[in-house]
């Protein structure tokens, strides 16, 4: 063999070499972007809301003008859709993402209330909410064991939530310190922030005020509130709560939201001792049967 061809049959080995190399870590690339960079539980759709909850219904009733409104049943222990018992109808709007509102209400159907969840939407055009005011003014009691003294933040949409603008009008009664973390857009109103004579302070960010708040109270972006889609993509990510957060955070600081969230707080959260937001949705039960007695005469 000359040499030459020793020279010609060297480099095709190592060139078909180089290409076993080059093929191999290629397919180790697209496997780590496959299984590494974007996980399953991305790649996965997610299941249905509501998926697997025992006896869930789900109604549809089309409109005139075209599509149609959805109600979700849940029945209380030993009912049914004919014989639902003592049932609590929660609207909620058709923007609203409502996966944790089997979990929110199981304490209704415990109690052996039925649940019916229809899509009202006129939902959500009121000025406050006081019911929930109340229910949150409870909560930081019960969770706290105090109210005056306390620095509560609150995040979110500050413009268009409902429950913040009640909530800091109640707060204005207490001694506390409020801090509104929001994007420029969706600051707390200035009528609002008037009215409480407390000490306050605006922010666009959280971390300057995270490690000393007491209380995170985090609100969604309201997407049916955006007339321009390009707007509402732009702002509906700016904050997440994540584990990471939460080691920023007071050990002793509690997660409230008034749910439903779209992703504002991260799932893994939901097992830390100071996400406070189920337990709340509790408290609500109790704060809400305490005013119908009320109303009722009979407290």
């Known amino acids: 063999m000359g040499a030459g061809t020793r020279w010609r049959a060297s480099a095709a080995r190592v060139f078909f070499t180089?290409?076993?190399?080059?093929?191999?870590?290629?397919?180790?690339?697209?496997?780590?972007?496959?299984?590494l960079i974007y996980p399953r539980w991305l790649r996965e759709p997610r299941p249905a809301a509501g998926e697997g909850v025992e006896g869930l219904e789900r109604w549809s009733r089309a409109l005139p003008e075209g599509g149609a409104v959805e109600a979700w049943f849940l029945p209380g222990r030993g009912a049914s859709a004919e014989r639902p018992g003592p049932l609590v109808v929660v609207a909620h709007g058709n923007a609203e993402l409502v996966e944790d509102w089997p979990r929110m209400l199981a304490p209704y159907c415990e109690l052996g209330v039925s649940v019916l969840l229809p899509e009202y939407r006129g939902y959500g055009r009121s000025a406050g909410y006081p019911t929930q005011a109340l229910l949150d003014l409870f909560t930081i009691q019960a969770e706290m064991g105090k109210i005056d003294g306390l620095t509560i933040t609150l995040l979110g949409d500050l413009k268009h939530g409902r429950t913040v603008h009640?909530?800091?009008?109640?707060?204005?009664?207490?001694?506390?310190?409020?801090?509104?973390?929001?994007?420029?857009?969706?600051?707390?109103?200035?009528?609002?922030m008037e009215e409480v004579s407390r000490p306050q302070a605006e922010y666009r960010e959280l971390d300057p005020v995270l490690a000393d708040s007491d209380v995170l109270y985090v609100t969604r972006v309201q997407k049916e509130r955006f007339d321009d889609p390009a707007v509402y993509e732009a702002v509906k990510g700016t904050y997440t709560i994540t584990l990471e957060t939460m080691t920023r955070a007071k050990e002793d600081m509690i997660v409230m939201h008034p749910l439903p969230r779209v992703g504002e707080i991260s799932e893994e959260v939901d097992d830390d001792s100071r996400a406070a937001y189920f337990r709340q949705?509790?408290?609500?039960?109790?704060?809400?049967?305490?005013?119908?007695?009320?109303?009722?005469?009979?407290?």
């Open 281 to 299: 949705m509790e408290y609500g039960l109790y704060t809400r049967m305490a005013l119908l007695a009320m109303v009722l005469g009979k407290a």
């Open 166 to 192: 009640s909530l800091a009008r109640l707060l204005s009664l207490y001694d506390v310190k409020i801090n509104y973390v929001s994007p420029e857009i969706l600051r707390m109103p200035a009528e609002i």
């Open 18 to 35: 180089l290409l076993e190399v080059y093929l191999l870590a290629a397919s180790a690339a697209f496997l780590a972007q496959r299984w």
